[in-house]
């Protein structure tokens, strides 16, 4: 989650640097207000555990709770890599008939 929300402030912030005129009628933001506002919101995201500590905690147990399930899936797909198909199992096509 915290990846996403990275990347889409790079994202965002490149965005902003484009020469790319905008519509007219149109408030804009140049990029140093824009990054001054991301500075203070980050500041601003980091004192929220200081203000609402029961946030805080779902949140660290939410992001246990979806570590424990990716190590799992990632457990299993391995499992399923690793497993040697047996020689009689055959895989069907919906559009090739077996040759006879």
Known sequence: MGFLIRTSFW?????????IAP????????????????????????????????VCETGRAALATIGVKARE?????YQMLEDEPAENDAITTGGVKPAD
């Open 73 to 77: 899936s990632a457990r299993i797909a």
């Open 23 to 54: 519509e007219e009628g149109t408030e804009t933001v140049s990029p140093l207000a824009a990054l001054v506002a991301a500075r203070d919101a980050i500041g601003d995201v980091s004192g929220m555990c200081e203000r609402e500590p029961q």
């Open 11 to 19: 994202f965002s912030l490149v965005l902003l640097f484009l020469p």
